[in-house]
């Protein structure tokens, strides 16, 4: 009996110094992880201030952001003003290494170190007026879904769903880029010359505000 009740306490003991080990094992790996969250917030930190440098020489006199407004007056098209708008890091990346509507390419302005301060930047900061609106307007958000697919699918992407159709002027996709509600809401009514027709005529207010509704409740993930 004293043989059997030593070496319950003999494996007992192994089992409870593995116990330990396993802790120990596992909260350096939890250190470590943290300290590399800490490291890449620190490295994106200083990107950001930087970015903003390199945003300020080179995108300024065409992008709105943290509420200095861009004047342009040699664009045609209309300029997304980047408080209403928050995109991926990967499109911000694609715009600036191989430019887009009136954009010209950034690649040979700017060094791969400074392409990646102005991506940080932008998609860190963009977006200042841009609210989820996953959560509310049940009803709304069904009847947008609707609507987009009847008159936007085919030429913006979003839901992991790519643009339908070919078009000559491709809409931003919205699995990049989710805008805010007034930005929806304005180009859906408005239009953009020989880019996008106006649907004022089309689409009731209460359409257009459920489009708006969904395209900002499904954008960008």
Request: proline share 5%; hydrophobic share 40%; with cysteine.
């Amino acid at each position: 009996m004293r043989r059997a009740t030593a070496w319950g306490l003999l494996v007992l003991s192994l089992a409870l110094v593995a116990s330990g080990c396993g802790s120990d094992v596992a909260k350096r790996r939890q250190q470590q992880e943290a300290a590399r969250a800490r490291a890449h917030a620190a490295l994106v930190a200083r990107q950001v201030v930087a970015g903003r440098g390199v945003f300020d020489k080179h995108c300024a006199s065409c992008h709105t952001i943290e509420g200095h407004v861009a004047h342009p007056s040699f664009v045609e098209s209309p300029i997304p003003n980047l408080d209403e708008v928050k995109p991926r890091a990967e499109y911000v990346n694609e715009r600036v290494d191989q430019g887009g509507f009136d954009m010209p390419t950034l690649n040979q302005e700017l060094t791969p170190a400074q392409l990646a301060d102005v991506v940080a930047y932008v998609a860190n900061i963009a977006g200042s007026r841009v609210q989820d609106t996953s959560g509310s307007e049940a009803a709304a958000l069904a009847q947008g879904q609707q609507v987009f697919a009847a008159n936007c699918a085919r030429c913006h992407g979003i839901a992991g769903h790519a643009r339908t159709t070919e078009p000559q002027f491709p809409g931003t996709d919205f699995n990049k880029v989710k805008p805010s509600q007034r930005m929806v809401i304005e180009r859906v009514t408005r239009g953009i010359q020989e880019e996008m027709p106006s649907f004022r005529r089309s689409l009731t207010p209460a359409e257009i505000h459920a489009v708006a509704v969904y395209v900002t409740a499904t954008a960008g993930r």
